[in-house]
């Protein structure tokens, strides 16, 4: 279902493009798979190499198209990889990847949605619950909010104590019942299930607990900060739960 590109080590992006991409997708969730198909023909006429790197922003065949904030990014693995859990807590702590795979592993499956108004129908995802480094880590009384960094040195994300608590938002090792791959933002990802896309950060390397919510990098440039998928970026329906 899904299109990797292995090599893939991302594109940047410029404000105006996302926010016109945003914009499409505001009606796109009726739209999407005939202005998809149509912007597709259109790139793919032009240019057969996309000097535009407009085609990796675009879901094919319904499924996933990839991009990054940073103009390359490096690969992890069982060697390298940490995450760090610091910021507002008791016990500090710093995970391998082998001992984030030997803590209890939580499945969700759930559509996964992009907020230009592409979706991937019931995609699994497994890891562990952010709630259990919490609790392992824990949290101090003053605590609101969680910061979370990513290995590219580029991307940040955001999200309220009370969210991250959630049974579905995962510190994701794998996708589709597979290892993560790094085009996916692995080794390990955020995945926060009820939220648009762009809150599950790829390569995640550090997890901040903090007093306050501070915006992430694409809510620096537009975005909501509370992006519940149905009620996010001038939608006014129920958030999905």
């Not at 949290?139 to 009370?162: M, N, W």
């Amino acid at each position: 279902m899904t299109t990797d590109h292995p090599d893939f080590e991302g594109t940047p992006v410029g404000r105006r493009l996302v926010l016109g991409m945003l914009g499409l997708g505001a009606g796109g969730l009726v739209a999407a798979p005939y202005v998809q198909r149509g912007i597709e023909s259109f790139l793919g006429a032009a240019s057969d190499k996309d000097p535009t790197g407009l085609t990796g922003l675009l879901p094919n065949g319904g499924g996933f198209r990839y991009y990054s904030v940073a103009t390359s990014v490096p690969r992890k693995n069982e060697q390298n990889y940490r995450l760090t859990v610091d910021g507002l807590v008791e016990r500090p702590a710093t995970y391998t990847l082998d001992a984030l795979r030997a803590l209890p592993q939580n499945r969700v499956v759930r559509d996964v949605q992009c907020v230009t108004g592409w979706r991937v129908p019931e995609t699994p995802f497994s890891g562990v619950s952010l709630s259990l480094l919490l609790d392992a880590a824990g949290v101090r009384p003053e605590a609101k909010a969680i910061r979370f960094t990513c290995f590219d040195g580029a991307y940040s994300e955001s999200l309220t104590l009370q969210q991250a608590r959630r049974d579905d938002v995962l510190v994701c090792l794998q996708m589709q019942d597979e290892p993560v791959s790094h085009s996916h933002g692995g080794p390990v990802r955020l995945y926060v299930a009820p939220m648009y896309f762009y809150k599950s950060a790829k390569w995640l390397s550090g997890i901040t607990v903090t007093s306050e919510v501070r915006p992430g990098y694409w809510e620096e440039r537009g975005y909501d900060v509370d992006a519940w998928v149905g009620g996010s970026n001038g939608r006014s329906d129920t958030p999905t739960v």
